[in-house]
């Protein structure tokens, strides 16, 4: 088999515009992130999917692979759809969405995706951590998942589930019973064959609400499969979030 990862990236970001070409380390944040993917031992290509001439020349620039692909797209899904059926990838039958602005993303991480989609049987992976804090579960921007005992996905919510109905995880053992939650990471690996499907389909109602495009998966009678990894890597979003990234660093 064989996988090729795309790191959808734009240029527009309502908290923090031109994002990807942040450059206070020495390096684009997108060249982080294309570095920190290129380490992926199962993947035979990188590439960056981005809706801005100024992202492509950045990559290139540090001789990475770039396509300029349209600026309509609804979701880094469809974006990354669009390269995948360009002729030069055709033959790639595990697709992975690396985000663009996860600059710490582990390698290992993204080898365990992949190898679960080759094992076949699963039409996409993805993967969950646990919180950092208690504060953290109630936050909607934190996306929680509940799964199965096989760990296939049962649902994804920005709401806090599952619901301690009678206050369980409040007081004595709340660390413990935390652990009952797991925060969603935004990495998916998909089969060649489902992604397109997924992307041919409208969006669901429940996709609408909880604005998470994985619903429509859920929705279409995906199995996703969750890979549990010890700890949440950190996305850009902020400048402080940015700015917490480059003290990392530095050191």
Known sequence: MS??????????STRLPGKPLLKATGKYLIQHVYEQASQARR???????TDDLRIVEAVRSFHGMAVLTRRDHQSGTDRIAEVAILPEFSSFQTIVNVQG????????????LIRLVEMGGVQ?????????NIAQIADPAAVKVVTDHRRFALYFSRNVIPCDRDGLTRGAGVLELAGLYRKHLGIYAYNRAFLLEFCAASPCELEKLEKLEQLRALYLGAKILVQDTPAAFHGIDTPEDYEAFCRRIQG
């Open 3 to 12: 996988a090729l990862i795309v790191i959808p990236a734009r240029y527009d």
């Open 43 to 49: 993947a035979q290509t990188v590439v960056v999917a």
């Open 101 to 112: 602005d996860e600059p710490e993303i582990a390698p290992e991480l993204i080898d365990d």
């Open 124 to 132: 996409m992976t993805t993967a969950a951590a646990p919180f950092e």
